[in-house]
């Protein structure tokens, strides 16, 4: 519950993006982000509200360890569960 | 395969030297810090991080899982409110967590209709798709509660109120700082929740305690290198805040979210389990939200749970001691017997960012310490270093 996820911003109506994580796209909301978020930008999500639009040139680390715990095949895994418990927090 | 691959070996190794130096170099043993968040601790044994950190330092779990310190009092709020017949939504973590006289689940297998939601805005959607009455139960740190504050500025639903149990991170560490039992050199403060609040909150606590706060992010390179850091103030009576993890933290923060956080929350005191009273450190709706207030919605009496003793397997639960980081799961009698996953006995073994179920996923610590090692759990099995 504290571990958010990123993702790619795809879409944007008024304060609801529509966001791909891996190929999952979500609505997320953008009433909490700090900043203008436009698409093509990545966005670190928490319970299906952007929290910080990603540096791009943070977004390689930032990604690789996501990737990784998405590939685990271990549906039980702790921590890659919790990563697609926040990628289903978007409404669908 | 619960050893993954780390991005850069060579960094890991070196990181590992230098953890290993610095902490001989503090010149007493053991060294304990502690880290405040459940995803840390997942990432430290996932990633069987422990293995390679060295004999003398202790990396200690405070309570950092949200699920783990809500208390008794609220849970038997959402399982008194639940009895009546209101809709509850809730995270799914909470579901499970044993209140005075059970849990949701024990309410819902009794009748009682629990919906589990991985975010408040589909607790919303609930709401816009009928007429009934929701309530969602409310869990989480700050990272959490501005979710929570920004559905509630945005205009939910009449049917729609909020039962809160939102903590709040800052002044529980005030707390844990001066516990004579823990002893905490310095700590690690979680990267995401920093991502709200900023790095800079952290600097009156620092100037208060004398101990350093390094805030570190989620990968086992994040993590290591934030550790050694930490680890050097120590060593150098350095009490500072330093930013370990800028590529998502600030000293400022989301100054957008925080004010949203304000205008709807308000911190007052309360029970932590384990931590016992945290003055600030709960997070209830401002006297303007009254309206979508489920305490002030609804009658809540959690007098007919109090009939309920707890059980003797609850009473021999050290959960709470677990929290305050002077026990650990090893120590536990019920630990991989009693209480397991399926049927948990403390909130430490329901959540997925609890210190219990953490360690009886990945197979807890391959601790050297011979006292930790007596009552290693059984399932995953140990993970051996990777560097």
């Given amino acids: 519950m504290c571990l958010g996820v990123p993702g790619l911003v795809t879409d944007i109506d008024d304060l609801v993006a529509v966001v791909d994580f891996w190929g999952v796209k979500r609505r997320v909301r953008l009433d909490l982000?700090?900043?203008?978020?436009?698409?093509?930008?990545?966005?670190?999500?928490?319970?299906?509200?952007?929290?910080?639009?990603?540096?791009?040139?943070?977004?390689?680390?930032?990604?690789?360890?996501?990737?990784?715990?998405?590939?685990?095949?271990?549906?039980?895994?702790?921590?890659?569960?919790?990563?697609?418990?926040?990628?289903?927090?978007?409404?669908? | 395969m619960n050893v993954l691959e780390f991005r850069d070996r060579d960094r890991a190794a070196a990181l590992g030297r230098a953890l290993a130096r610095a902490t001989g170099q503090v010149g007493r043993a053991p060294v304990s810090v502690m880290h405040v968040c459940g995803s840390h601790e997942q990432a430290i044994a996932k990633f069987g991080l422990r293995a390679s950190?060295?004999?003398?330092?202790?990396?200690?779990?405070?309570?950092?899982?949200?699920?783990?310190?809500?208390?008794?009092?609220?849970?038997?709020?959402?399982?008194?409110?639940?009895?009546?017949?209101?809709?509850?939504?809730?995270?799914?973590?909470?579901?499970?967590?044993?209140?005075?006289?059970?849990?949701?689940?024990?309410?819902?297998?009794?009748?009682?209709?629990?919906?589990?939601?991985?975010?408040?805005?589909?607790?919303?959607?609930?709401?816009?798709?009928?007429?009934?009455?929701?309530?969602?139960?409310?869990?989480?740190?700050?990272?959490?509660?501005v979710a929570t504050a920004a559905v509630i500025l945005a205009g939910p639903p009449r049917n729609f109120s909020v039962l809160s149990a939102h903590k709040y991170i800052p002044p529980v560490m005030e707390i844990v700082a001066e516990m004579p039992d823990t002893r905490v050199e310095g700590f690690l403060a979680a990267g995401h929740a920093a991502t709200i609040t900023g790095c800079g909150i952290f600097e009156p606590f620092v100037a208060r305690h004398g101990l350093p706060v390094v805030v570190a992010g989620f990968?086992?390179?994040?993590?290591?290198?934030?550790?050694?850091?930490?680890?050097?103030?120590?060593?150098?009576?350095?009490?500072?805040?330093?930013?370990?993890?800028?590529?998502?933290?600030?000293?400022?923060?989301?100054?957008?979210?925080?004010?949203?956080?304000?205008?709807?929350?308000?911190?007052?005191?309360?029970?932590?389990?384990?931590?016992?009273?945290?003055?600030n450190g709960n997070l209830r709706l401002r006297d303007e939200w009254a309206a979508l207030d489920a305490r002030r919605r609804f009658e809540i009496d959690t007098s007919a749970l109090w009939h309920h003793a707890p059980s003797a397997l609850v009473r021999q639960c050290i959960c709470g001691n677990i929290m305050a980081g002077i026990a650990s799961p090893a120590d536990c009698r019920l630990f991989g017997a009693e209480c397991v996953p399926d049927s948990p006995v403390g909130a430490c073994m329901v959540s997925s960012e609890g210190t219990c179920r953490i360690w009886h996923q990945y197979g807890g610590i391959p601790r050297l310490d011979a006292g930790l090692t007596s009552r290693a759990p059984r399932a995953g099995g140990g993970v051996s270093c990777p560097l």
Wanted: charged content about 25%; proline content about 6%.
């Fill in chain 1, 33 to 92: 982000v700090d900043e203008p978020v436009s698409v093509g930008d990545y966005v670190l999500n928490h319970v299906g509200f952007a929290i910080r639009r990603i540096p791009p040139e943070d977004l390689q680390t930032t990604l690789e360890m996501y990737e990784q715990l998405l590939h685990e095949a271990n549906r039980s895994d702790l921590m890659s569960a919790d990563v697609r418990g926040e990628i289903e927090a978007g409404s669908k």
């Fill in chain 2, 53 to 145: 950190f060295p004999r003398d330092l202790n990396v200690i779990m405070g309570p950092g899982c949200p699920v783990c310190i809500t208390d008794l009092p609220e849970i038997d709020e959402a399982v008194a409110l639940a009895l009546t017949g209101v809709r509850i939504a809730t995270y799914g973590d909470m579901v499970r967590v044993p209140g005075t006289a059970g849990s949701l689940a024990d309410a819902q297998a009794q009748g009682a209709r629990i919906e589990t939601v991985y975010s408040v805005a589909q607790a919303v959607d609930l709401a816009r798709a009928t007429t009934e009455e929701i309530v969602f139960f409310a869990t989480g740190f700050e990272t959490t509660a």
């Fill in chain 2, 219 to 279: 990968e086992p390179l994040d993590i290591l290198a934030a550790l050694v850091r930490l680890v050097e103030l120590v060593r150098d009576r350095a009490p500072e805040v330093v930013n370990m993890f800028p590529r998502c933290v600030t000293r400022e923060g989301n100054l957008n979210a925080q004010r949203q956080l304000w205008r709807v929350f308000r911190p007052i005191g309360g029970r932590w389990r384990g931590i016992a009273h945290v003055p």
